[in-house]
């Protein structure tokens, strides 16, 4: 049920006033947020028509207000920007993550792959000798393990985690002087 009745008092710097209602009881809590987004700030002395109900402190108050000879439109719900600007500000760090998330497991793939053994210092032949040696990949890592460059280049061929090639290039034990 609506009411009518009239601002008597009102704080614009709180927000906050009352209204006296036409059959002069007594003053009823308003807040700011009660009247129409439509930006008319709330004047003293003006006749507005409202509903009641009881606040969170128990009391009742004016809520819903309208102005007389204003055009009553659907209520708004009330939007916040910071709802969609939170779920915007959400958004950006995911991405980021996700995207250096792809690109350390394309790091790691890349890692996994073998790299192909082209040195023009090595005649086929010295290629071919080292196939036709039994070498096995027996958990030897390093240049020190190994007895001969051929062995070193199957090595870092074919068995995984060697340690033999320091700058990628396929030339295993570039530094040893004993090869």
Same mark, same amino acid.
């Given at each position: 049920?609506?009411?009518?009745?009239?601002?008597?008092?009102?704080?614009?710097?709180?927000?906050?006033?009352?209204?006296?209602?036409?059959?002069?009881?007594?003053?009823?809590?308003?807040?700011?947020?009660?009247?129409?987004?439509?930006?008319?700030?709330?004047?003293?002395?003006?006749?507005?028509?409202?509903?009641?109900?009881?606040?969170?402190?128990g009391?009742?108050?004016?809520?819903?207000?309208?102005?007389?000879?204003?055009?009553?439109a659907?209520?708004?719900?009330?939007?916040?920007?910071?709802?969609?600007?939170?779920?915007?500000?959400?958004?950006? !760090?995911?991405?980021?993550?996700?995207?250096?998330?792809?690109?350390?497991g394309?790091?790691?793939?890349?890692s996994?792959?073998?790299?192909?053994?082209?040195? !023009?210092?090595?005649?086929?032949?010295?290629?071919?000798?080292?196939?036709h040696q039994?070498?096995?990949?027996?958990?030897?890592?390093?240049?020190?393990?190994?007895?001969?460059?051929?062995?070193?280049?199957?090595?870092?061929?074919?068995?995984?985690?060697?340690?033999?090639?320091?700058?990628?290039?396929?030339?295993?034990?570039?530094?040893?002087?004993?090869?």
């Open positions: 049920m609506r009411i009518h009745g009239t601002l008597k008092k009102w704080n614009d710097s709180r927000g906050f006033g009352f209204i006296e209602t036409s059959n002069n009881e007594k003053e009823i809590f308003v807040h700011i947020s009660a009247f129409p987004r439509d930006g008319t700030r709330p004047r003293i002395g003006e006749v507005v028509s409202f509903e009641m109900r009881s606040g969170p402190d009391k009742m108050r004016a809520v819903a207000i309208q102005r007389p000879g204003a055009a009553t659907a209520r708004q719900p009330r939007r916040t920007v910071t709802s969609s600007k939170r779920s915007s500000i959400a958004v950006v !760090p995911m991405v980021i993550v996700l995207g250096l998330l792809g690109y350390a394309y790091k790691f793939f890349i996994l792959q073998p790299i192909p053994f082209s040195n !023009p210092q090595f005649s086929a032949t010295q290629v071919d000798q080292a196939k039994n070498f096995k990949c027996d958990g030897r890592q390093h240049c020190s393990d190994m007895n001969s460059r051929a062995e070193a280049e199957y090595f870092l061929r074919n068995c995984p985690d060697t340690k033999m090639d320091g700058d990628h290039d396929g030339v295993p034990c570039e530094n040893d002087s004993r090869f």
